[in-house]
């Protein structure tokens, strides 16, 4: 190489030396502007973030509204319970900690050893809030939530209700925390159900959501949130279920929550949003009344009530029998024997549609009236069986009525007169009456789920399995493909007797923000009006007086001298034959559906009451009973209200008998 060369090759070094001096002072000053940022500028962040492990943001879930009925008392409310919770990483002494636990009757010997495996092997798990054992006992009894009051003596708390003892786990491991590095307490709420199975399928269920239902909520619900599953609590769970909050804090090295003042100033926008609670409900049941009609039904193996409120469409019975307990965990008292299934404990007999008999006549006579094709003097004669096209349609009275007229044919239900009706009326003509006008064979609107059962036409038939003329004749007495439910039926006698207005039922009487504690009150809804003349509905509501006041009248025996009361007993053909039942269920199953519908007072009707008593025989000795139960207990409440009709109530026998005659 020459000296030329080994000049030029020199420069070139130098230069590159500079390049590099130059590019490596450029870093460190750099390091020495990020030094002096966080030791100088930012110190006292860092200096406080040293306090700090995490941030904690965890969703809190509302108080669920409280149900009650119309006279407050309350019938589904939320009830805090605590669960023991552990962050596996915290814990200091695991095999000491539990075994201060089970100590302590907090945790058994087998829990405690299942707890202690957790501990040990959370794994990815151990910065997380586990629970360590669900469920505390606290001031409440864990089976049936009944506040429970202290034994002294014994050292314990003590349910009143079922008589369970019980150590006060939530007091024991609030007071020895400060022994328990990495244990906390979570408190959450669960639902109780103070009326238990007399109002439980109007109330309802909840329970925990699944994946389904995380996916369609579109972000609403969360693991562990609750979802009214039937009744209310379904109908009205948006309104009910409120909106969550956020409990955010941070949490420092050892585990511990940070107050506010110990955060540094970069956190002190870390602060939990409260959550906005459920509205309460006020229903329109009658809880005490409900209680009446549970008990009077309980006498049979199946059946239903309602009660409605003539002007309003309010529901203030609805019970059904038999019943389930929705109370989470509550064990059934020793030796309780569970109903069959085949009885349907969780059907809503109620809003369930069947067979409904005679009192569907009611229904018949309105169509005959009004379409002309009799009058109220209108007689026909009654052998015992209706002849049509060489086949007898049989009454129920074997013998016969004789020369019947509409009232006494109501009163005494006489099969023949209303076969002929229906033969005069055709199918449709009384699906129109049925449907169109009262609303049979459509849902009525009520809040919770219901069948609206069917009134069938000459088409449906058509269309199924082929008509005959003579379906109609059975369809005038209830029978055939008539199916409705106690509640549809409720309704159509309350738009009889409260001057034609065809009401949306319903349970929801007010809804209450509990903030505030304004209440929006729900007004009554009218569907339709009925264009029914007056006289027409006088001889109807005759004929149902003479059914529970006249001595022939098929409802006689359940009368009440000192206050009457009006309605129409039904009988309705429902033989069954199922297979895997018991041999009691199978002769039940081959026994009619009996039913009574009626108002009170007869002169200025109220309320107006179905039963159904599912397989239960005559609808005068079984159905009726239960509906003179009802309204002997509303009368009781009400006595002020119709104190002028017990002053005035053998005129009124009298004037509404002569209406018979």
């Known amino acids: 190489m020459t000296v030329q060369g080994l000049f030029e090759d020199l420069i070139e070094y130098r230069a590159h030396y500079r390049w590099a001096v130059l590019f490596i002072v450029l870093i460190f000053s750099l390091l020495l502007v990020r030094l002096f940022y966080l030791q100088v500028v930012e110190g006292e962040y860092y200096e406080g973030m040293e ?8 969703r809190v879930v509302p108080p669920r509204g409280t149900i009650r009925d119309r006279n407050g008392d309350i019938l589904a409310s939320d009830v805090e319970v605590s669960d023991l919770m552990v962050v596996p990483q915290f814990v200091k002494d695991p095999e000491g900690e539990v075994k201060r636990l089970v100590e302590l009757e907090v945790l058994s010997e087998d829990k405690g050893a299942q707890l202690l495996e957790l501990v040990k092997n959370a794994g990815p798990k151990r910065s997380q809030r586990l629970v360590a054992r669900k469920g505390l006992v606290g001031s409440r009894c864990p089976s049936d939530m009944t506040t429970m009051v202290f034994d002294p003596a014994r050292g314990k708390l003590v349910c009143p209700d079922c008589g369970a003892e019980y150590v006060d786990q939530r007091a024991v491991v609030q007071t020895h925390l400060h022994e328990l590095p990495g244990f906390s307490l979570r408190t959450r ?14 109330i309802g269920v909840v329970n925990e959501v699944n994946q389904t239902d995380i996916e369609r909520s579109r972000g609403t619900l969360r693991p562990g949130d609750l979802k009214g599953r039937s009744g209310v609590e379904r109908a009205m769970d948006e309104t009910l279920r409120g909106v969550p909050g956020e409990d955010a804090y941070v ?6 929550r940070l107050s506010p003042e110990e955060l540094p100033d970069s956190l002190r926008e870390v602060k939990p949003t409260p959550p906005v609670p459920g509205k309460d409900l006020v229903l329109t049941l009658d809880l005490p009344l409900q209680r009446v009609a549970f008990e009077a039904l309980s006498a ?9 409120d003539v002007h309003t469409g309010e529901v203030l019975v609805m019970a059904s029998w038999p019943s389930f307990d929705p109370s989470p ?15 349907n404990p969780m059907t809503n007999k109620a809003v369930a549609a069947y067979p409904c008999g005679s009192t569907f006549k009611m229904i018949t006579a309105i169509a005959a009236l009004n379409e002309g094709l009799i009058s109220e003097d209108w007689e026909t004669f009654c052998p015992g069986y209706y002849l049509f096209r060489g086949h007898k349609f049989r009454c129920f009275r074997q013998y016969g009525h004789g020369k019947v007229r509409l009232v006494r044919a109501l009163a005494e239900s006489c099969d023949t007169y209303f076969y002929q009706l229906g033969d005069m009326l055709g199918q449709d003509n009384l699906a ?7 609303g049979l064979g459509e849902k009525t609107g009520i809040e919770i789920g219901e069948d609206p059962g069917l009134i069938p036409t000459e088409r449906w038939y058509r269309r199924h399995r082929g008509f005959q003329p003579g379906f109609a004749i059975n369809t005038a007495v209830g029978q055939g493909d008539v199916r409705v439910s106690p509640l549809a039926l409720a309704r159509a006698y309350a738009a009889l007797v409260n001057g034609g207005k065809l009401l949306r039922p319903h349970l929801v009487k007010a809804v ?20 029914i003349p007056g006289p027409y509905v006088e001889a109807v509501m005759a004929g149902l007086f003479g059914a529970v006041n006249s001595v022939a009248g098929t409802a006689h025996t359940a009368s009440i001298p000192e206050l009457p009361f009006a309605g129409k007993t039904g009988t309705a053909q429902a033989r069954e034959i199922r297979k895997g039942v018991t041999s009691a269920v199978a002769r039940w199953l081959l026994q009619d559906h009996a039913w009574f519908v009626g108002y009170a007072p007869a002169r200025r009707p109220q309320i107006v009451v179905a039963v159904l008593i599912e397989h239960g025989g005559f609808g005068g000795l079984m159905a009726a009973p239960v509906a003179k139960k009802i309204i002997q207990a509303w009368y009781a409440d009400h006595a002020d ?21």
């Open 300 to 308: 049979y193996p199946s059946g239903a009530a309602v009660v409605l």
């Open 512 to 531: 209450v923000d509990p903030a505030t504690g304004h209440a929006s009150a729900v007004e009554p809804e009218v569907i339709r009006e009925l264009d």
């Open 189 to 202: 709420t669960i639902r109780r159900y103070t009326a238990r199975d007399v109002t439980a399928h109007v």
């Open 329 to 343: 965990g509550r064990p059934g008292p020793e030796g309780e024997r569970q109903p069959d299934p085949a009885y």
């Open 251 to 256: 949490r420092g090295p050892q585990g511990r």
């Open 432 to 438: 129109h009456y049925a449907r169109d006008v009262f």
């Open 51 to 58: 306090t700090v492990s995490r941030v904690v943001r965890e």
């Open 641 to 661: 209200e119709v104190e002028d009709l017990i002053e005035r109530q053998g005129t009124i026998v009298e004037d509404m008998l002569e209406v018979g005659r």
